[in-house]
């Protein structure tokens, strides 16, 4: 079955920065387009970011919600199944729980939760003032 591991989170200062890996296993890594997620404590799962599946060299193979956007790059390697996203000038409502989505239906990307089908169980960020 489809497994998605999240790590990297943990406690940081405003204005650090954090490194969120996610390893898959159980798929056909290479023809999923993979996403990242984030909870905060009483609020919706939203989009954070996306990678395709196509080469990192086609127009459109990345995007990011506004929220995060030049302070967030995702990243793949499909030789060893993961995907990461690196986090910079973290602020105090970049604090969730972030999670680790597999979508493989989408051409290139989604940013729409309904549109992956497997999930990680999710890692805790704190940013602390």
């Known amino acids: 079955q489809v497994q998605l591991v999240e790590s990297g989170g943990g406690l940081v200062q405003a204005g650090g920065s954090l490194r969120l890996s996610c390893v898959a296993s159980?798929?056909?890594?290479?023809?999923?387009?993979m996403g990242w997620f984030r909870q905060a404590p009483g609020k919706e799962r939203q989009f954070v970011a996306a990678?395709?599946?196509?080469?990192?060299?086609?127009?459109?193979?990345?995007f990011y919600a506004d929220a995060v956007l030049g302070r967030a790059t995702i990243s793949r390697d499909n030789d060893k199944n993961t995907v990461d996203l690196l986090m910079n000038n973290l602020k105090l409502e970049d604090t969730a729980v972030y999670f680790c989505?597999?979508?493989?239906?989408?051409?290139?990307?989604?940013?729409?939760?309904?549109?992956?089908?497997?999930w990680g169980q999710g890692t805790q960020v704190t940013v602390s003032s």
């Open positions: 989505a597999a979508d493989g239906g989408s051409d290139p990307l989604s940013t729409q939760r309904r549109d992956y089908t497997s």
């Open positions: 159980g798929l056909a890594f290479s023809r999923y387009a």
């Open positions: 990678i395709s599946w196509r080469p990192s060299s086609t127009p459109g193979s990345t």
